[in-house]
């Protein structure tokens, strides 16, 4: 069974600054990854997803994150935070097993300061 | 174009009552779920359906039964509801093999 560990419950970084959320996975096989956004009141978007090849992937708004197998991870990054970004963020590990079984992490909520 | 629909947005129910979220979605997608978030937990799957006709366990099934109405429908229903089944309830769909997940705008029930 796949599972996410999102470390951090919540971090505060100043506008501009860079920013870097943590994730681990479990996962026996190769996993597919994925980063989603979720703002107050709102569903969730897909941000970017790693599913094989290039080990950096980037995504919409200027994240980008990097695969790294030996480590089991699979980070956020942005090089400059805008105040706009503040919201929550989940990373998820997906399995196909008939269908395509998406797993979520606890969330980390980004609070941004002027 | 609508994407993912639920209904309703918002309930509250008394222990023992039960109901159905509906959801609906117009992409054309094979795959539907249902998630549960509640703080500090993320998201949890309850049910989730890969194409017309299958439905699958996810990680907290118990309490809740799905029904694949046709490609474009997935329900839940909670048939007799515990103040433990207060959350808020997220339908989602993809295309098989894709993994992108499309969210709906979620559904906060209350139990009593």
Redesign the interface.
Known sequence: AQSVTQPDIHITVSEGASLELRCNYSYGATPYLFWYVQSPGQGLQLLLKYFSGDTLVQGIKGFEAEFKRSQSSFNLRKPSVHWSDAAEYFCAVGAKSGGFKTIFGAGTRLFVKA | NAG?TQTPKFQVLKTGQSMTLQCAQDMNH??M?W?RQDP??????IY????EG?T?K??VPNGYNVSRLNKREFSLRLESAAPSQTSVY?C?S?E??????F????SRLTVL
Not at chain 2, 40 to 45: D, I, K, N, T, V
Not at chain 2, 48 to 51: G, N, R
């Open positions: 993912v094979n795959s779920y998630y500090g937990m993320g998201l949890r799957l989730y359906s890969a194409s299958t699958d996810g990680e997220f989602a993809s098989s093999g894709s993994g992108e997940l969210f709906g705008e979620g």
